[in-house]
């Protein structure tokens, strides 16, 4: 079955540059997650997506922001880097139209971030 | 302030023995709880959930109980194989279960012993 992808898969930047995460869920799913992991924490919710409107915005830094385009797929921008943005960056899918019961959100491999 | 916890950063257990992993929330408010098993270099993949109005819920060797008084779930492997050796991550969320963002545990590193 297919899952999500996201691609890079790894990045490295330099302080002070930017960063476009891609993402592109399971297909017919209509909402996205963007999730941040750093180093031995636990994944925290960054902003998600329905029907590509934002729909709930978390722990996000004002120098990131993301978009959900027509194709469903999203993407998370990352600008004047610091450091501490250095993390593991999940995608996560889940169809919540429509049905009826749970909406189980299913991630993708993660993009590693690197700031150097 | 964690909303999550998972006490157990780690636990240890024999191959064909029950492993429990524990989860407790501090969040009345949550309503759809999940359990999620991580690989290294790979993202979470979806195990088992439950919602508030069920106290368990089984799938194959997992179940999930949840003690809603106690604000407690907690995850059973019968029997536990070395393949479930990875990083358990217990999730909370609020309404439609399971659609609105998801508050993590820090997650319980399982090692099943051949």
């Known amino acids: 079955a297919a899952g999500v992808i996201q691609s890079p898969r790894h990045l490295i930047k330099e302080k002070r540059e930017t960063a476009t995460l891609k993402c592109y869920p399971i297909?017919?799913?209509?909402?996205v997650y963007w999730y941040q992991q750093g180093p031995g924490q636990d994944p925290q919710f960054l902003i998600s997506?329905?029907?590509?409107?934002?729909?709930d915005k978390g722990s996000i830094p004002d120098r990131f922001s993301a978009q959900q385009f027509s194709d469903y797929h999203s993407e998370l921008n990352m600008s004047s880097l610091e450091l501490g943005d250095s993390a593991l960056y999940f995608c996560a899918s889940s169809l919540v139209f429509g049905r009826q019961g749970t909406y189980e959100q299913y991630f993708g491999p993660g993009t590693r971030l690197t700031v150097t | 302030d964690q909303q999550v916890k998972q006490n157990s950063p780690s636990l240890s257990v024999q191959e064909g023995r029950i492993s429990i992993l524990n989860c407790d929330y501090t969040n009345s408010m949550f309503d759809y709880f999940l359990w999620y098993k991580k690989y290294p270099a790979e993202g979470p993949t979806f195990l088992i959930s439950i919602s508030s109005i069920k106290d368990k819920n089984e799938d194959g060797r997992f179940t999930v109980f949840l003690n809603k008084s106690a604000k407690h779930l907690s995850l059973h492997i019968v029997p536990s194989q070395p393949g479930d050796s990875a990083v358990y991550f217990c999730?909370?969320?609020?309404?439609?279960?399971?659609?609105?963002?998801?508050?993590f545990g820090k997650g319980t590193k399982l090692t099943v012993n051949p």
């Open positions: 297909p017919r799913h209509d909402t």
């Open positions: 999730a909370a969320s609020v309404g439609q279960g399971g659609s609105e963002k998801l508050v």
């Open positions: 997506f329905y029907e590509k409107m934002q729909s």
